[in-house]
């Protein structure tokens, strides 16, 4: 539950704490805990019209209101708009709680209001629940401010909208402007009245910070006022669907929290994993061109994205036992391999092409299907998809996009032009803020465990493998001569330049995947001391950082307009997900007693507080600053940063 501090609400520090409810499609509802915006990506109804993408943000909140005799009205909502917050009805605020569902109390004049906020699962549709949990009656206000907007864009007044409503027999449709698709709407109990109107210049305080355009208009169709006794309830459906209109809210909402009791059945007893096996689920959807499940990368404004995809689905798919939901995410991502290689993103809009820019993707398949093994037991579906890693690897050596091959060492190399194909990709127009052509530390990690893991297979199955096995010799045998630093840690890249191989010795964690995989380059006392250098250098509270401090290039704060975030995105800023990577690798060094496993308990920690009380409430966000990380930064709620401390947990439960 979250309360403001001393018991005293407070705009600043409630309106920075958010939520979000999914729908299993890419559509989402969410805001800060006391109703104001702070984000383009905020919105009661964000729609994918094309699941899981071509997000839209329909409805962009509620405004409630209190009326009380002689007329006097107190508004329970809250904005900000240039030099004000108007209303003030964060001062009526008592609470947020998260669980079952986004819920907000307040009250104001001995009059009790629980406002709950939930989305039908497969379905564009939002359910908004008023609850009267005081002892005196009253008029409730409710009035609904509409957007028509692509989910990345502002919204601004235009006369081309003008949202012409449309009374039916039981609800009403809203059409924004000719020729777009309507959005339907209902309420259970009182009368509506119409009332135009624009509002402008609202200001969303994290776009600000990110150095973008920050002001918005929205637009008012009218209101319904509604008598609430003790104890009484109205729903509000919103929804792009008008078959939902038909649908009793009552069912939905306890259809919904029935699906929700089934998510967390496995949950060790523990209400932390618990709540993670609920928000793992938010990021697994079904994809509509291929009607199967995908992952979305991060909420608010990630897509579904290979690499993401292959190292989140391992905490949010594998480890939580979802064979069914594993089999079908790796169909997704294999109807589209080509040239050997998964795409890294599918695009945000209907009929743009798919990226294929990444090294790493593909390599992960390997982990995910040898880990997806290790779980289900299931040699079938490895023999289903065997044929495609033959391709992946066959690709692989002889060569495919941006020059990506193995050479003659057995290591995987590429890079071309400014292309970004690990997981550091930052760039900037023309700028690459961490150039990383040749052979990255983390890629020989992932080639010679996709190589070993295909021999394991093909034993398996009884398929040759001695040319894959070959290669994968030749990588270990020249590993540690080419790739271990004096000092007892992994250089980050190698790149070949006139004839000679240069080292780039900058201390990264990208090195310990060498360690946390299924197959090893190092010796066990290599190993020990590279997690040990790890720990002492890049682990802090939140994650590993994602560059030593000492390094020049260091950046201690990840904030600022797109040039600051991203140049600091890979120099220093703490990124969670590393945590699974390193408590894996911890675990692996050390016995797993008691004490070690009290100690992954303890590590976890600040994130488990970050989860439940910063930020984004039930979340876990995507990156920290690097120099002292304490607020979580990026997206609100990132599928790796789940993925990687749900893992761990289980890991810890079951092993």
């Known amino acids: 539950m979250i309360i403001s501090s001393n018991g005293r609400p407070d705009f600043n520090e409630m309106s920075s704490k958010e939520w979000i409810v999914t729908n299993g499609i890419g559509g989402y509802a969410s805001s800060s805990v006391v109703g104001a915006n702070t984000r383009r990506y905020h919105g009661l109804l964000v729609a994918a019209l094309n699941p899981p993408t071509d997000r839209n943000v329909l409805v962009s909140k509620m405004e409630e209101a209190i009326l009380f005799n002689r007329g006097s009205v107190v508004s329970l909502s809250s904005n900000q708009f240039p030099g004000v917050v108007h209303p003030n009805g964060w001062q009526y605020f008592k609470f947020f709680q998260r669980r079952p569902f986004p819920s907000m109390k307040f009250e104001a004049n001995d009059c009790h209001l629980l406002k709950t906020v939930f989305m039908v699962y497969g379905s564009n549709t939002t359910v908004v629940e008023y609850e009267n949990t005081g002892e005196n009656p009253y008029f409730l206000r409710l009035t609904p401010f509409l957007v028509a907007k692509d989910y990345h864009a502002m919204f601004h007044e235009n006369p081309a909208f003008d949202f012409r409503i449309q009374p039916k027999n039981s609800h009403y449709g809203v059409y924004p402007r000719s020729g777009q698709q309507p959005l339907f709407f209902r309420f259970t109990r009182g009368s509506w009245t119409d009332s135009r109107a624009w509002y402008r210049h609202y200001e969303y305080v994290r776009e600000q910070e990110r150095g973008l355009d920050y002001r918005e208009d929205t637009f008012t169709i009218g209101y319904v006022d509604a008598l609430l006794q003790p104890g009484e309830k109205i729903y509000w459906v919103f929804s792009t669907d008008e078959d939902a209109m038909k649908a009793d809210p009552e069912l939905l909402k306890l259809s919904e929290i029935m699906r929700m009791e089934h998510l967390s059945k496995n949950d060790h007893g523990d209400p932390f994993i618990r709540n993670l096996l609920l928000v793992a689920d938010q990021f697994v959807v079904r994809r509509n061109s291929t ?3 995908s992952v979305i990368a991060g909420y608010h404004w990630f897509t579904d994205w290979g690499r993401d995809t292959m190292i989140a689905m391992r905490g949010l798919t594998i480890a939580t036992g979802k064979q069914a939901e594993s089999q079908s995410i790796l169909r997704t991502f294999l109807q589209h391999l080509d040239d050997g290689m998964l795409p890294n993103r599918f695009p945000d809009r209907t009929g743009e092409a798919l990226e294929y820019n990444t090294i790493d993707a593909t390599l992960w398949l390997f982990v995910v299907l040898f880990e997806y093994n290790q779980q289900f037991n299931d040699l079938l579906f490895i023999q289903e998809v065997f044929d495609h890693l033959t391709d992946i690897l066959d690709h692989h050596i002889a060569g495919t996009r941006y020059h990506i091959r193995a050479n003659d060492e057995g290591f995987l190399e590429g890079g071309e032009g400014i292309a970004q194909l690990t997981w550091m990709d930052a760039r900037v127009g023309d700028y690459v803020v961490t150039p990383r052509h040749g052979c990255p530390v983390e890629i020989q990690a992932l080639w010679y465990n996709a190589l070993r893991i295909y021999q394991h297979f093909a034993e398996l199955l009884d398929k040759p493998h001695e040319v894959y096995s070959e290669v994968a010799d030749r990588c270990a045998r020249h590993f540690k001569a080419k790739f271990l630093h004096p000092d007892g840690y992994l250089y980050d890249l190698l790149e070949m330049k006139d004839g000679t191989w240069v080292a780039d010795a900058s201390f990264r964690p990208n090195q310990l995947y060498a360690v946390s995989l299924p197959f090893s380059l190092l010796k066990p006392a290599e190993e020990k001391k590279l997690v040990e250098l790890v720990g002492e250098r ?4 939140y994650g590993l950082r994602t560059l030593s401090t000492d390094h ?19 120099q220093g800023t703490v990124w969670p997900f590393l945590m699974g990577e390193y408590i894996a690798a911890y675990l692996k ?7 070690t496993r009290s100690h992954i308990v303890a590590l976890l920690e600040p994130l488990k507080q970050h989860f439940y009380k910063n930020e984004g409430i039930f979340c876990i966000s995507e990156v920290f600053d690097g120099l002292s990380p304490q607020t979580g930064k990026g997206t609100i709620q990132q599928a790796w940063s789940v993925s ?11 092993n």
């Open 291 to 293: 009607n199967s499940f």
């Open 538 to 541: 890049l682990l802090t509270p």
């Open 552 to 570: 020049p290039d260091f950046k201690p704060v990840y904030e600022g307009d797109q040039w600051h975030r991203d140049t600091a995105y890979h």
């Open 589 to 595: 060094v050390n016995n797993r007693s008691e004490k």
């Open 644 to 654: 990687a401390v749900l893992k761990a947990l289980l890991d810890l439960k079951t």
